[in-house]
T-cell receptor, first 114, second 112 residues
């Protein structure tokens, strides 16, 4: 199925550094979501973006919904060891039958060095 | 806050056996989604239900079926299991109008 292009694929950074990752698509989405997944666990919703151009923060996390509605980025400031995990972007569109359809990015694996 | 509950968390089956995975959505969530995630992959959408009716279907094998019950819980039934069915299976739930999907902890299915 369709995937979103997410970059970088992996990052290995020092504790305290800022992190930036982005997601691009050839399709327009109504909503952009960012999830974090740790090994063997389900994805945890971090941030949801509903409007083109919207900039939203959640603690040390900041995400933006691109003006074209085809991209989004996630920044993590002052990274800490517990930020380790895989970050997925996801574009969302409504289903005519009810609910929403998520298309996931390919994921960014973040590793933090003490 | 209550989260999505999935059971069992781990399941080991042999080839050609059947398996049933259960999902209990967040209270007052009316939509349930099932995903399959292989090692190193992003979650792949299988099927979804809104108000107990199938609302969308993804890359779900014909050997799999699912339904949503009157109490909104859902079950994924998998028959004639194959080695390639070994994966993490996630259930997610959402409610209108915002529609964000919240994922459960997953069921790890191992087929031997």
């Amino acid at each position: 199925g369709q995937q979103l292009n997410q970059s970088p694929q992996s990052m290995f950074i020092q504790e305290g550094e800022d992190v930036s990752m982005n997601c691009t698509s050839s399709s327009i989405f109504n909503t952009w979501l960012w999830y974090k997944q740790e090994p063997g666990e389900g994805p945890v919703l971090l941030i949801a973006l509903y409007k083109a151009g919207e900039l939203t923060s959640n603690g040390r996390l900041t995400a933006q919904f691109g003006i074209t509605r085809k991209d989004s980025f996630l920044n993590i400031s002052a990274s800490i060891p517990s930020d380790v995990g895989i970050y997925f972007c996801a574009g969302q569109l409504p289903l005519t039958g009810g609910g929403n359809k998520l298309t996931f990015g390919t994921g960014t694996q973040l590793k933090v060095e003490l | 806050a209550a989260g999505v509950i999935q059971s069992p968390r781990h399941l080991i089956k042999e080839k050609r056996e059947t398996a049933t995975l259960k999902c209990y959505p967040i209270p007052r969530h009316d939509t349930v989604y099932w995903y399959q995630q292989g090692p190193g992959q992003d979650p792949q959408f299988l099927i979804s239900f809104y108000e107990k009716m199938q609302s969308d279907k993804g890359s779900i094998p014909d050997r799999f079926s699912a339904q949503q019950f009157s109490d909104y819980h859902s079950e994924l039934n998998m028959s004639s299991l194959e080695l390639g069915d070994s994966a993490l299976y996630f259930c997610a739930s959402s409610s209108d109008p915002s529609g964000e999907q919240y994922f459960g902890p997953g069921t790890r299915l191992t087929v031997t």
